[in-house]
């Protein structure tokens, strides 16, 4: 982990440096100029919305449809330095083609109620997954709090690594994890001290993970402690064996289940998913100050 930190931590110096000088806005692009076409319907109804108020932009791995370049700008600068953190942490360089994900950044709510009806509304962030394309709602006045924004990010770029889908406390553990990671490591590098938080959760609020890791949505009635039990699984696994944490996202990718692929992956620490939720009921009521550095360090 100190490894990633310290990489984390020199990515963010230069995004920072980048957003600071003001300079560099995205540059626009024609429609009809874009290097490529996203597929999916849903841009299309997206684009047809106000039509003549959609400006486009791209960058190395992203698409974007913006009305405003000044804040597509800080988005697309946010996007390409979560591309590079996901891919380090699953230590992968690229995905296996060149697509790029696109990111529609509505401004207007009028327009974004008009569009929302169409998709499904991510709970925890207020945005729209289809198909590996993000619609997100910018309001100019207000900055995206904490780090939902690289939340999202993270979606869209581990859809571009398993794009037949991981399980959703998977997606949504890593969404976590890493964003929060890199959003303390963007403001260290700002000047703020800054520590990446993950909730603890009393043991009687625990979801069993043989019902966790089933679940295909976050289930309504428990949206939190869905996120932050995912958020803590995906570090537990990840703090206890990174080498084994990657070949079981790579077997979950494959849609091998759970039960069969822990034991493989961790034959001396978890025989059994009763193994393993054991050890983390443990973990997951820890506070996080102390368990990130022994986890960490
Ligand atoms: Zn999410």
Same mark, same amino acid.
């Given at each position: ?20 000088? @003001? ?56 996007? !390409? ?37 169409? @998709? ?44 037949? @889908? ?6 949504? @553990?890593? /969404?976590?994890?890493? +964003?929060?990671?890199?959003? $303390?490591?963007?403001?260290? $590098? ?8 993950? !909730? $603890? ?28 039990? +995912? ?7 990840? $703090? %206890? ?29 978890? %025989? ?9 009921? !443990?973990? /997951?009521?820890?506070?996080?100050? %102390?368990?990130?550095?022994?986890? !960490?360090?």
């Amino acid at each position: 982990m100190r490894t990633l930190l310290i990489s984390l931590a020199s990515l963010s110096v230069s995004a920072a440096a980048f957003a600071q000088t @003001g300079l560099n806005s995205l540059p626009e692009v024609e429609f009809s100029q874009l290097s490529q076409r996203d597929p999916n319907p849903l841009s299309e109804k997206a684009l047809s919305i106000n039509p003549t108020q959609w400006k486009h932009g791209e960058t190395d791995h992203f698409i974007y449809h913006f009305v405003h370049s000044y804040v597509a700008t800080p988005i697309s600068i946010e996007a !390409e330095f979560h591309y590079r953190v996901v891919a380090k942490e699953l230590e992968r360089d690229q995905p296996l083609t060149d697509i790029k994900s696109n990111v529609y950044i509505f401004e207007r709510p009028e327009d974004w109620q008009q569009f929302q009806g169409l @998709g499904v509304l991510e709970k925890w962030t207020g945005g729209i997954h289809s198909q590996g394309s993000l619609f997100i709602l910018r309001n100019p006045e207000q900055k995206f709090s904490g780090n939902v924004l690289g939340h999202e990010i993270v979606h869209l770029v581990l859809h571009r690594f398993y794009s037949d @889908g991981i399980p959703c406390w998977l997606n949504e @553990g890593i /969404a976590q994890y890493i +964003s929060k990671s890199a959003r $303390a490591s963007y403001q260290r $590098a700002r000047g703020y001290i800054s520590k990446p938080h993950s !909730e $603890a959760i009393a043991d009687d609020d625990i979801i069993p993970l043989a019902t966790l890791v089933r679940l295909t949505r976050p289930p309504s009635d428990r949206v939190e402690t869905f996120y932050d039990e +995912s958020e803590r699984l995906v570090r537990f696994l990840i $703090a %206890t064996d990174k080498p084994s944490f990657l070949a079981l996202l790579d077997a979950l990718g494959r849609h091998q289940p759970f039960e069969a692929a822990l034991p493989r992956f961790y034959p001396t620490k978890f %025989t059994t998913v009763a193994t393993l939720e054991e050890k983390f009921r !443990e973990y /997951a009521a820890k506070d996080f100050g %102390t368990t990130l550095q022994q986890a !960490e360090e």
